[in-house]
């Protein structure tokens, strides 16, 4: 957006260090579930395994989070689910499909700024290399 013919300034701060640090947690973790299973189960599978090594490595996560949605005067409970919260600072949305599109780039973004987190990834379990499968998200 500009003002006047001007460019807008976006300032960015840097993703702080720990939550780089989880997101690295969260990615070694989805390799060594990816490794262990492989493509063609259900996310629900994918999920609960994932939680298990996140767990392991002794960091907080939460699944199927209820994320309200806020609209003038009211308030949807149960508008969205996010798939995984890390330490509350890292988004997760898993999928088992068959290719990533878009939408799925425009929902985690979604999610991302009405809980006002800064880092997320998707991570579609269902392809034979799990690095071609990841999409990490910044807002």
Partial sequence: MSIKGKPEEIDFDPIPEKTEMVGKC??????????ALGPGLLESTYEACLAY????????????????????????????????????CVIVELKAVE?????????????????????????????TRLKNGIRRMVR
């Avoid at 699944?63 to 409970?77: D, F, G, M, N, R």
């Avoid at 290719?99 to 392809?127: C, H, V």
């Fill in 26 to 35: 969260i990615l070694n973790s989805a390799f060594k579930v990816h490794s």
């Fill in 53 to 88: 090594e996140i767990l392991e490595n002794q960091l907080q996560v939460q699944t199927q989070v209820a994320l309200p949605i806020s609209y003038q005067k009211i308030t949807i409970e149960l508008g969205y689910r996010i798939d995984m919260l890390v330490e509350n």
């Fill in 99 to 127: 290719r990533l599109i878009p939408l799925y780039e425009a929902q985690l973004l979604t999610y991302m700024k009405l809980s006002n987190i800064r880092l997320g990834y998707i991570l579609n379990f269902n392809t």
